[in-house]
């Protein structure tokens, strides 16, 4: 697969205390996870800075709501607002310019929202009279519909970058592409966003998200990124200005991703995430690397636009 290009403006500073130069994943055999230095876009920061900083998103945590904020710095019109579909709940939080005014933040947020929903009723695996499934049944092609296309041909690329362990024909019913339908929503709800003028944004779906630009504050988006078990642990901050966090693992749901090559429920990982520029392509090397376990740090070697936060063993 041809990775995306690095995106401009790379800010990388600092590294968290105590971890290693060039790790690319932290594992949890006995000794405290190690943490990756090297995502375009995104600063690792010291937890001690955020004990006058709020985080503005938290992940990993079982309250996944946005931390709230007073602070609202220029000629900002700030939204949140969160939808629920069949396959997942997503939570919008809009920094949109004041030209755009009221009325049109409020027309970029529902065609975003539609986007989402539209999406969740096409291509949900779980609806019978869906694109994917009547792909299963032989009824249309891959071809019928273009966003059907795009959306087979990135499972395609992802099952090739990921040496088969992501692989949305090898799931029991057939061809599944849930392991990134979730980040592929997302992305494109996104872009209705920066189509409409809006370029400052989050939007989370469970442990995944998307940023750009800025938070209400006028700086960076801060994420603090939980550990996946152990709640005593200082969470991993970030700030970041573009990019995605993909994680597989923390849903609670046991044996929701399947390995491939057996067909039995991966058991190696409690939880994987991965951090990169499109979170389509994140979530599914998450969903990948929870399936394949240690094989799968492979994948992301020194200069590739993704990078592991951490795999956590079970």
Same mark, same amino acid.
């Given at each position: 697969?041809?990775r995306?290009s690095?995106?401009?403006s790379?800010?990388?500073?600092?590294?968290?205390p105590?971890?290693a130069?060039?790790?690319?994943?932290?594992t949890? @055999?006995?000794?405290?996870?190690?943490w990756?230095?090297?995502?375009?876009?995104t600063? !690792?920061?010291?937890?001690?800075?955020?004990?006058?900083r709020?985080?503005?998103?938290?992940?990993g945590?079982? @309250?996944?709501?946005?931390d709230?904020?007073?602070?609202?710095?220029?000629?900002?019109?700030?939204?949140?607002?969160t939808?629920?579909?069949s396959?997942g709940?997503y939570?919008? #939080?809009?920094?949109?310019?004041?030209?755009?005014?009221?009325r049109g933040?409020?027309?970029?947020?529902?065609?975003a929202?539609a986007?989402?929903r539209?999406?969740d009723?096409?291509y949900?695996?779980?609806?019978?009279?869906?694109?994917v499934?009547?792909?299963?049944?032989?009824?249309?092609?891959?071809?019928s519909?273009?966003?059907?296309?795009?959306?087979v041909?990135?499972?395609?690329?992802?099952?090739?970058?990921?040496?088969?362990?992501?692989?949305?024909w090898?799931?029991p019913?057939?061809? =599944?592409?849930?392991g990134?339908l979730?980040? !592929?929503?997302?992305?494109?709800a996104?872009a209705?966003?920066r189509?409409a003028?809006?370029?400052?944004y989050a939007?989370?779906?469970?442990?995944?998200l998307?940023v750009?630009g800025?938070?209400?504050?006028?700086?960076?988006w801060r994420?603090?990124v939980?550990?996946?078990?152990?709640r005593s642990?200082?969470?991993?901050?970030?700030?970041?200005t573009?990019?995605a966090?993909?994680?597989?693992?923390v849903?609670?749901?046991h044996?929701?991703?399947? =390995?491939?090559?057996?067909g039995?429920?991966a058991r190696? #990982?409690?939880?994987a995430?991965?951090v990169?520029?499109d979170?389509?392509?994140?979530d599914?090397y998450?969903?990948?690397?929870?399936?394949?376990?240690?094989?799968?740090l492979?994948w992301?070697?020194?200069?590739? =636009?993704?990078?592991v936060?951490?795999?956590?063993?079970?």
């Amino acid at each position: 697969m041809t990775r995306p290009s690095p995106l401009p403006s790379v800010s990388v500073t600092g590294r968290r205390p105590g971890c290693a130069r060039d790790e690319a994943v932290g594992t949890e @055999e006995g000794t405290e996870a190690m943490w990756t230095d090297e995502q375009p876009r995104t600063r !690792w920061v010291d937890p001690a800075v955020f004990r006058f900083r709020r985080p503005d998103l938290r992940l990993g945590t079982q @309250e996944r709501r946005p931390d709230r904020t007073d602070l609202v710095v220029g000629d900002r019109i700030t939204v949140r607002h969160t939808v629920r579909t069949s396959t997942g709940s997503y939570t919008l #939080l809009l920094n949109a310019p004041e030209w755009l005014g009221r009325r049109g933040t409020g027309a970029a947020l529902r065609d975003a929202v539609a986007e989402l929903r539209a999406i969740d009723l096409t291509y949900g695996p779980n609806r019978p009279e869906s694109l994917v499934s009547r792909l299963r049944r032989g009824e249309i092609s891959a071809e019928s519909y273009p966003p059907l296309t795009e959306l087979v041909d990135r499972c395609a690329a992802m099952r090739a970058a990921t040496d088969g362990w992501f692989d949305a024909w090898a799931v029991p019913g057939g061809f =599944d592409p849930g392991g990134l339908l979730g980040g !592929w929503a997302v992305e494109r709800a996104a872009a209705r966003l920066r189509d409409a003028g809006i370029h400052d944004y989050a939007v989370l779906t469970g442990a995944d998200l998307v940023v750009r630009g800025q938070a209400a504050h006028g700086g960076p988006w801060r994420i603090a990124v939980h550990h996946p078990t152990d709640r005593s642990r200082a969470p991993l901050m970030l700030d970041m200005t573009a990019g995605a966090v993909g994680t597989s693992g923390v849903t609670g749901r046991h044996g929701h991703v399947v =390995d491939p090559h057996t067909g039995e429920p991966a058991r190696q #990982l409690v939880a994987a995430t991965v951090v990169g520029p499109d979170l389509t392509v994140a979530d599914a090397y998450a969903t990948a690397l929870y399936a394949a376990g240690p094989a799968g740090l492979a994948w992301f070697r020194p200069g590739s =636009d993704y990078r592991v936060l951490f795999a956590a063993p079970r």
